[in-house]
């Protein structure tokens, strides 16, 4: 099984870019679909982005669509969040999951296996 690793968050201004890590800590993610999530307090834990290396295809949520890139390293070893333009709304503890079936999923709860988080601050 993998375990994902996330990191790359920090604090930014308004119109910063950043990129988000997710690490495989064991094996790599080839056989998985994965997807990036955040949750803001207080409210519900949220689908942003996600990659099916089975069927070539990526899926963006409406909200970070046109400012958001998902990739891979080359081995699949490594998922990459690339962001840009962000904004305050933005600000969340961002998750990266796995889960073993091809589809792009947007509920959180259909992912098996889930990294610890790396929190994202924009600042107005």
């Known amino acids: 099984q993998v375990q994902p690793v996330e990191s790359g968050g920090g604090l930014v201004q308004a119109g910063a870019s950043l990129r988000l890590s997710c690490a495989a800590s064991?094996?790599?993610?080839?056989?998985?679909?994965v997807g990036w999530f955040r949750q803001a307090p207080g409210k519900w834990r949220e689908f942003v982005a996600g990659?099916?290396?089975?069927?070539?295809?990526?899926r963006y949520a409406d909200s970070v669509k046109g400012r958001c890139t998902n990739f891979a390293s080359a081995a699949r070893k490594t998922v990459y969040l690339q962001m840009s333009g962000l904004l305050p709304k933005d600000t969340a503890v961002y998750y990266c999951?796995?889960?073993?079936?091809?589809?792009?999923?947007?509920?959180?709860?259909?992912?098996?296996?889930w990294g610890q988080g790396t929190h994202v601050t924009v600042s107005s």
């Open positions: 064991e094996g790599t993610f080839n056989i998985y679909t």
């Open positions: 990659s099916s290396w089975n069927y070539g295809i990526a």
């Open positions: 999951a796995a889960r073993r079936n091809g589809v792009i999923n947007t509920i959180p709860d259909d992912y098996d296996y």
